[in-house]
């Protein structure tokens, strides 16, 4: 099985950026398909990206055109990069890493890292 650490999350204000860090091991990186999720205060975790081992990627659309997730296979690492930040993507990101080629729902997401927390200040 695989274990995630994620690191890089802080505090930003509005309009900021910050890039978002998981590294995996204890398998083979590119047998998993790599994703983030988040959860806000009192609300339930929600999907933010995904990244297969072929580079193909999806969004939510609450994030589109603002978040990007890459893979670095070299390095066993999935990132988040966020830009235009807003105090309602403030959250505990979580990176999570399902096993296979295709993703068809969260639910396919075994592995889970501890959270990282994202503070955007108004």
């Known amino acids: 099985q695989v274990q995630l650490v994620e690191s890089g999350g802080g505090l930003v204000q509005t309009g900021g950026s910050l890039r978002l860090s998981c590294h995996a091991s204890?398998?083979?990186?590119?047998?998993?398909?790599m994703g983030w999720f988040r959860r806000a205060p009192g609300k339930e975790r929600q999907f933010v990206a995904s990244?297969?081992?072929?580079?193909?990627?999806d969004y939510a659309d609450s994030v589109k055109g603002r978040f990007t997730i890459s893979r670095d296979h070299a390095k066993s690492t999935v990132y988040l990069q966020m830009n235009s930040l807003k105090p309602e993507d403030t959250a505990v990101y979580y990176c999570?890493?399902?096993?296979?080629?295709?993703?068809?729902?969260?639910?396919?997401?075994?592995?889970w890292g501890q959270g990282t927390q994202v503070t955007v200040s108004s």
């Open positions: 999570a890493a399902a096993r296979g080629l295709v993703v068809l729902g969260s639910s396919d997401y075994k592995y």
């Open positions: 204890g398998d083979t990186f590119s047998n998993y398909v």
């Open positions: 990244i297969r081992t072929s580079g193909n990627t």
